[in-house]
């Protein structure tokens, strides 16, 4: 049912996924041997002191011994994990570099085809007829300027002169100075009378 079409479906993990999927599970073997060494590490030593206590010198020798050499197999294994780890991120970069030059590629594939289509000459005939058009619709302008008769040019003098009469006619200044300070409405309860001004 997978395969309705008859097509193949592309994996999308490549090869360098796999390499890099490889080195990490070898890692993390590593490690977990690593893990075991260090727990054996201990248990040997603690034995190692029970068997002094007993005054099993020989034997506590012998174990000594066997944790020498595990611990020379732990330096070892530390430093393949750190050339598997260092292996894991050069292939990771490498990859990320093969993506840029993919896309520089694919760059300058679409800049050399955009390149075919608008040659240098093709850009100096555009330019060159633009300019023409430029040109003739110059030469248009200014045979439509010049279809104006001598009339028409004073009628459009006179009117521009209006123009320019009526933005220069102001209003009038007052000839009164304006007051300094607008004054005050006196309170209504603090007027006279009418009958007190009339007694005096």
Known sequence: MGNLFGRKRRSRVTEQDKAVLQL???RDKLKQYQKRISLNLEKERALARQLLKEGRKEKAMLLLKKKRYQEQLLDKTENQISNL??????IEF?????????????GNECLNKMHQVMSIEEVERIIGETQDAVEYQRQI??????????????????????I?????????????????????????????????????
């Open 85 to 90: 780890e260092r292996m894991v991120q050069d």
């Open 24 to 26: 990490k599970q070898q």
């Open 141 to 162: 302008d200014e045979l439509l300027a010049g279809s104006l008769t001598e009339e028409d040019e004073d009628a459009i003098l006179e009117e521009l002169n209006a």
């Open 164 to 200: 320019t009469q009526e933005q220069m006619e102001l209003p009038e200044v007052p000839s009164e100075p304006l007051p300094e300070k607008i004054p005050e409405a006196s309170p209504v309860k603090n007027r006279p009378k009418p009958e007190l001004v009339a007694a005096s």
């Open 94 to 106: 490498t990859q990320i570099e093969m993506k840029v030059i993919e896309g520089l590629k694919i």
